[in-house]
């Protein structure tokens, strides 16, 4: 029989956990099987591979969202594990996890209990900050002025658009550089993820201590009145920490 597995538990606390009654993937129940000194939140697999469909990334993010909300965050946590992640028993789980790497494990745990993952995502309309970039920018707006209606040559375009993407990247850096200055001082650890979008200009996932999050949420806010609304931010305060849990275990990842 294989498993599909979801998080790792301290198995003292599996009493928070295990009357939950819990659908996972293929809409299994999802159970809680020890390991001491761990628990693994698992469900009977019931394919070989799962593809990361957004019905599939909400199942397993539900389950552990699920978990996440059962137990007090100050007494014990769930590692979240990589979504698709298949094996054929519980030995392989021991063999290239547990043992191996409960020192680490039990690190992250520690590591994580009390705290809470929050994300922000900042966008903006990359053509309104030109605009204002060049507005603001004297000698910028003149030389732009003085090209409308020109042929311009290869240079001329090559050295007007050099500037014009070097003014918006400089605003960019400004926007996020005041974003870090405000919420680092507020998290423990920080994680910058990619850019998935043309107006995308930041990505990044905070460590924070649990009760802080309404402190953050207010730095936040502030810090959108600041820029006068110009971004559209996508804040995050519930989700489980993935970012601060790297473990480079050699599982097979079925669902890559």
């Known amino acids: 029989m294989s498993l599909y597995l979801y998080a790792i538990l301290q198995a003292d606390h599996i009493d928070l956990v295990n009357k939950l009654e819990l659908k996972g993937m293929n809409a299994q129940t999802v159970q809680f099987h020890v390991l001491p000194p761990f628990a693994i939140a698992y469900s009977e697999a019931q394919q070989e591979r799962y593809l990361a469909s957004r019905a599939n990334l909400i199942t397993h993010e539900t389950v552990l969202e699920s978990m996440m909300k059962e137990i007090d965050p100050h007494q014990a946590v769930p590692l ?6 298949v094996v054929e028993g519980w030995e392989e789980v021991k063999r290239d996890l547990l043992i191996p790497y409960e020192t680490k494990l039990k690190a992250l745990i520690s590591n994580l209990i009390g705290k809470r993952e929050v994300s922000i995502k900042l966008f903006w309309d990359q053509n309104e900050e030109l605009n204002l970039a060049v ?3 004297d000698g910028l707006r003149k030389r732009r002025e003085a090209l409308v209606g020109k042929v ?11 500037e014009l993407e070097a ?16 919420l680092k001082p507020i998290s423990s ?23 802080k999050e309404p402190e953050f949420a207010a ?9 006068e609304n110009r ?3 996508r804040y995050n305060d519930f989700t489980a920490p993935y970012n601060f849990v ?6 097979d990842r079925e669902g890559e």
């Open 135 to 137: 507005a603001e920018n």
């Open 231 to 233: 971004l559209r931010i």
């Open 189 to 211: 650890e920080y994680a910058e993820g990619e850019l998935m979008t043309e107006n995308m200009i930041y990505n990044g996932s905070f460590l924070i201590d649990w009760d």
């Open 80 to 85: 979240p594990l990589q979504f698709g992640l």
């Open 219 to 227: 730095t936040v806010e502030a810090l959108d009145l600041q820029f």
């Open 246 to 251: 790297n473990v480079d275990a050699d599982l």
């Open 167 to 182: 003014a918006c990247e400089l605003r960019q850096q400004v926007i996020i550089e005041a974003f870090l200055d405000k």
């Open 152 to 162: 311009l040559t290869m240079d001329e375009a090559i050295a007007i658009g050099q």
